[in-house]
C-alpha cells in the first residue's frame, strides 16, 4: 500500500511515498496503549491504519469538489451569472469543443478557489486539482488569471500581457484557448447553461 499524492490515474505530482506490507484493521491500532499521539511516535500498526483510512475515503474527494462548486451559487460580485452558472458555462464551452474529460472537469472548478479568496483563486483552484490531473491541466489553471489579463487588467492597472512570460511552456496553447474561447465569453446569462448535476459524473470520475 502506497501513501501518494498521486492519482489512482496516474496525474498529478507525487509528494510522499512510503510503503507499508499490509493493512491492520482500524480498531487495532485504537486499542493498542502504546500507540503515539504525535507524528514522530506513531507506530508502524498506526501508519497501516492511517494508510487504509487515507484509501477509504478517497471518494470523498469528489463530494468535497461538489460541495465548493455549489457553495459559487448566488456569488456574483456584479458580474452578469453567478460564479456556479460560470462554472458550468465555461465546462460547457470545453465539452462542446471536444476536450477531454480532465479538461471539462478543470473548466469546471478552475474558480472553486473564489470560495475561500478571489485574490488567489487560481492557485487554490490548481491545488485542488493537481493530484488528479496531467501537469499541463494543472498549470492551465494555476495561471488562467495571467491569460485573462488581456481581457481585463487594462482597466484596473494590471499587466494585459501577463501571459507572455509563459510563452514557450508547452501547456501555453491550451492556456490560451481556455483563456480566450472558453472562460472569458462565459458570463452570458442566455447561453444554454447545463446544471452542475450534467457535469457530476465526470467530477466522480476525475476525483474517484
Known amino acids: ?27 487495532a491500532a485504537r486499542e ?11 507506530t508502524g500498526g498506526q501508519w497501516e491504519v492511517i494508510d487504509a483510512g487515507l484509501e477509504a475515503d478517497r471518494p470523498r474527494a469528489a463530494e468535497s469538489v461538489l460541495g465548493l462548486l455549489r457553495s459559487l451559487a448566488g456569488l456574483e460580485a456584479g458580474f452578469p451569472v453567478d460564479q456556479l452558472s460560470h462554472a458550468c458555462q465555461t465546462a460547457s464551452r470545453a465539452e462542446r469543443a ?19 479568496s478571489w485574490a488567489n483563486h487560481g492557485a487554490i483552484s490548481a491545488e485542488i486539482l ?24 487594462a482597466h484596473l492597472g494590471g499587466d494585459p500581457d501577463a501571459r507572455d ?11 490560451e484557448t ?27 470520475e476525475v476525483f474517484g
Not at 32 to 42: E, K, R, Y
Open 1 to 27: 500500500m502506497y501513501f501518494s499524492a498521486r492519482s489512482p490515474r496516474g496525474g498529478g505530482q507525487e509528494v510522499a511515498r512510503c510503503r507499508w506490507p499490509r493493512v491492520l484493521p482500524v480498531t
Open 98 to 116: 471536444g476536450a477531454p474529460a480532465e479538461v471539462v472537469v478543470a473548466a469546471l472548478c478552475h474558480d472553486v478557489g473564489k470560495a475561500v
Open 178 to 204: 481556455f483563456a480566450d474561447e472558453w472562460d472569458q465569453p462565459s458570463f452570458d446569462p442566455s447561453y444554454d447553461t447545463p446544471g452542475l448535476d450534467h457535469f457530476e459524473p465526470r467530477v466522480r
Open 165 to 175: 512570460r509563459h510563452r514557450g511552456a508547452p501547456w501555453f496553447a491550451l492556456a
Open 32 to 42: 493498542d496503549p502504546g500507540v503515539g499521539t504525535a507524528m514522530d511516535s506513531f
Open 130 to 153: 493537481r493530484p488528479f490531473v496531467a501537469d499541463e491541466t494543472y498549470q492551465v489553471v494555476r495561471w488562467h488569471q495571467d491569460f485573462q489579463a488581456r481581457h481585463y487588467a
